[in-house]
């Protein structure tokens, strides 16, 4: 398990700075593009590889606040769903006659209300856990695009709206620079606020949490809400990118977020994690992706390293970090917990 | 959350009532649904459709069995619908390579390789403390990708299997379809081993508090692993019979059906923080998801209504399910009051 600490007094020095898992993700990132420009002369080109991030960054929205919920200690395997559902609506009421800057706010609005509904569902049933209620949102919402659409696609939009997925300014791509401001923000809203630090004391303690006077409930369906916003968001680009919608869009989004978000090094036990390991690997599968394209090898050896580099990430994590971590399994992390027997043996 | 889920749902004896009411309710929603469904469509109550129904079902059942082993130890398998592609594509590359190969031999041959996946998930969630969730997830990728290597991204068609091969999912055992045969001596037996059986007693103890399964002596991390062994040998088992069914292997074949498993779970009553879930609640869910499945078409409901309709009955029984608990609860602190 990552560390837990959240005391003021983290040991700071070299040691512990260069031994941070963002290091690995960097090392990692670094190995990527190394073999990837040995494996293609087109590789190393700065005009191909930051163009080369609109085809990836579209997912890349949901990994910032996703890094929220399961630092809370949460899961949410409802937002592939939720960026259909907010994708369909957008396009079904842009054709029925709605202004498309109103489409979109539409779909932002859908979206986060998807997101509200998953955190009022958590607040109000606590007994439930967040894997189960998303499982079920998530069929609901997919259920709900696909009443609405059936199996057509649904697309015609103005010009200017494939300005999100394909525009640019400058030499950098519009996503990009949208991802990066994006990224600034949550890191901020993580790291620097008080709501950041209320999201990591819930996520190490809840009930400590709420006996020390934070509105837990609160919290979560903020978080939720915002997770819901960032899908439509998404659902904006992706719809962009593609210039048209189906419901069965963004399908197997959820699991290859969450991957993304482990392999930054966050713990799915919640309470411990940093914004930029998720960043990292967003890049790091992303340009695996691309590179690994460019020299035409399939989507299926793709899949098997992604796998790996999932497990091993957060084996070596385990290994590391498991070591000399003396803090007792707090009583909500029983899945840690199950991990953690002294000397049990196989 | 699951703070608040520990010290709330008490799995004691106090909740027993209420378990059985909860069974109760899905019978008796199912009753109604089975009435509803006779009044639109006087074909549905008939012997013919509900072998149909069974059949369709019998796979969901299977796959189903071996997910309520895992999540009663609090664990989870996002895994299997990758291992049923590679073992379905398996057997039916071996197949078409040698047709006239024994369909028992296809059958062992897919459960051993699913026994071959479960093991490694197993391995890294009991020996290397991989959470679950994470350790299949990555799993899912890396099968799939085998899969698809595996097969180089062709399908295997009917006419490459042999009749005996197909005839696996179409013959008939007294009468009653195969698959069903198989499901239901899989529920039996799992029944057996569950509630009967002292290491089936020790995986409930397991997920229920693994401390204290530590303390008292039980091999906790041999039970994890024996217990995502039996999900890889089922799914292994259900790749076999699926690509028999459906006579076609493809490499997405079952993909996100992980996700249909896991609710038919949950409908039935399993708690997925591990320690409780049974298998007559399983078969009920189960039932239930496969009439969802199966029948609305037969009363002329638009197939695009059926995933909205699932989602929403699975939503309306879980938060049921946390009502009747909390009114049992209250009920019984009313109890002691007096």
Redesign the interface.
């Known amino acids: 398990m990552a560390e837990r600490s959240i005391s003021v007094d983290r040991p700071r020095g070299l040691r512990t700075f260069f031994l941070q898992w963002e290091w690995l993700l960097v090392l990692i990132f670094v190995v990527v593009n190394v073999i990837n420009s040995n494996l293609s002369p087109y590789y190393l080109n700065l005009g191909s590889l930051v163009g080369s991030t609109n085809a990836f960054l579209d997912m890349a929205f949901l990994v910032l606040p996703m890094t929220f919920v399961i630092v809370l ?3 949410d395997i409802s937002v592939a769903s939720t960026v259909a559902l907010s994708a369909v609506i957008m396009a079904t009421s842009f054709n029925a006659g709605l202004p498309m800057p109103l489409a979109m706010a539409l779909c932002l609005v859908v979206s986060t209300a998807c997101g509200l509904v998953n955190g009022l ?2 607040v109000k ?9 998303t ?10 695009a ?2 609405i659409l ?2 057509q696609a649904s697309g015609h939009f103005p010009n200017w709206f494939s300005f999100l997925g394909w525009g640019s300014i400058g030499p950098l791509p519009f996503i990009l620079i949208a991802f990066a401001a994006c990224a600034v923000l949550f890191g901020l809203l993580l790291h620097k606020t008080s709501f950041g630090r209320k999201v990591f004391a819930m996520g190490n ?3 400590a949490a709420r006996y020390s006077g934070i509105k837990t409930d609160s919290v979560i369906v903020a978080v939720f809400a915002l997770t819901g916003l960032m899908a439509g968001v998404t659902a904006l680009f992706l719809t962009s990118r593609m210039g048209s919608t189906r419901p069965n869009v963004a ?2 989004y959820e ?1 290859a977020v ?2 993304m978000v ?1 392999l930054g090094g966050v713990s ?2 919640g309470g411990s994690g940093r914004i930029g390991g998720p960043i990292l690997a967003i890049f790091i599968i992303g340009y695996l992706t691309y590179g690994l394209g460019l020299v035409n090898i ?7 390293i ?3 580099l ?2 091993l990430s ?2 070596v994590l ?1 290994l590391r970090f ?1 070591k000399g971590h003396r803090r007792p ?1 707090s ?5 840690i ?5 002294p000397d ?3 | 959350m699951s703070a608040d889920n520990k010290p709330g749902s008490a799995k004691g004896r106090a909740i027993r009532p209420g378990e059985g009411f909860r069974e109760l309710g899905l019978l008796m929603f199912i009753v109604l649904l089975c009435i509803g469904f006779q009044a639109r469509n006087s074909s549905f109550l008939t012997l013919a459709n509900i072998q149909d129904l069974l059949a369709n079902t019998a796979i969901l059942g299977i796959l189903a069995v071996g997910m309520l082993v895992v999540i009663i130890t609090a664990g989870i398998d996002l895994s299997i619908g990758a291992t049923i592609a590679l073992a379905g594509m398996t057997s039916a590359l071996t197949v078409a390579a040698l047709p006239g190969i024994s369909p028992l031999l296809s059958l062992v041959e897919g459960m051993a390789v699913g026994l071959a996946v479960g093991t490694v998930v197993g391995l890294l969630v009991a020996r290397f403390n991989i959470l679950p969730i994470i350790a299949t997830l990555g799993m899912m990728n890396i099968v799939r990708g085998v899969t698809y290597i595996e097969s180089k991204g062709a399908w295997v068609s009917s006419y490459q299997m042999s009749d005996g091969f197909l005839n696996i999912s179409r013959g008939t055992i007294l009468g009653a379809n195969n698959l069903v045969v198989m499901a239901v001596a899989i529920f039996i037996a799992a029944w057996y081993f569950l509630s009967h059986t002292r290491t089936g007693r020790r995986l409930y103890a397991v997920g229920s508090n693994p401390e204290a399964a530590d303390v008292s002596g039980i091999p906790r991390r041999r039970l994890v692993w024996l217990a995502y062994a039996i999900m890889g040998v089922l799914s292994g088992l259900a790749g076999v019979l699926w690509v028999s069914k459906f006579a076609s292997a493809q490499g997405d074949t079952a993909v996100g059906y992980e996700m249909s498993v896991i609710a038919a779970c949950v409908l039935g009553g399993a708690s997925i923080t591990g320690g409780s879930g049974k298998i007559s609640g399983l078969i009920l869910g189960t039932i239930l998801l496969g009439m969802l499945n199966n029948a609305l078409p037969l009363i002329n409901v638009s197939p695009f209504w059926q995933q909205l309709i699932q989602g929403a009955v699975i939503l309306a029984a879980i938060i049921m399910n946390v009502a009747v608990k909390r009114n049992n609860q209250r009920s019984a602190l009313r109890k002691r009051a007096i």
């Open positions: 200690g949460c899961i569902i958590l049933f606590k007994e439930l856990p967040a894997m189960i209620v499982l079920s949102t998530m069929i609901v919402y997919r259920g709900i696909y009443v059936e199996d303690n809840l009930t399908q197997g699991l969450i991957a482990v799915t036990s399939k989507a299926n050896v793709l899949l098997i992604i796998g790996s999932l497990i957060v084996l385990n498991g399994a009583p909500n992390a029983k899945m917990a199950a991990g953690k027997a049990a043996k196989l």
